[in-house]
Nanobody, 120 residues
């Protein structure tokens, strides 16, 4: 099982980016999915998470600006980031709890990280 993240890049303050993360491999079921970020010198922090049913949770710093969504057919999670600020600059990692067998046995997987730089 692999998570492949994409969509990072350089954007000006106030701009938007959309991150994608696709899970592939031998997958029976995917539970929670989410996005984390890590800036230099800081600990990795949760940005947003989403359950299989679509319930969401956001860090206070991104509420109202970021939207997490998922496509359960494509095994993909998205992060739409609007009104970006310089303090959003970080490496963004996707995360998912996946079972590759039955009975279900969840294992946590991480994507490789994608860099988001917000700068003028």
């Amino acid at each position: 099982v692999q998570l492949q993240a994409s969509g990072g890049g350089l954007v000006q303050p106030g701009g938007s980016l959309r991150l994608s993360c696709a899970a592939s491999g031998s997958i029976v079921s995917i539970n929670g999915m989410g996005w984390y970020r890590q800036s230099p010198g800081k600990q990795r922090e949760l940005v947003a998470a989403i359950t299989p049913g679509g319930s969401t949770n956001y860090a206070d710093s991104v509420k109202g600006r970021f939207t997490i969504s998922r496509d359960n057919v494509k095994n993909t999670v998205y992060l739409q980031m609007n009104s970006l600020k310089p303090e959003d600059t970080a490496v963004y990692y996707c995360n998912a709890f996946i079972s590759n067998r039955w009975p279900l046995a969840w294992r946590e997987y991480w994507g490789q990280g994608t860099l988001v730089t917000v700068s003028s």
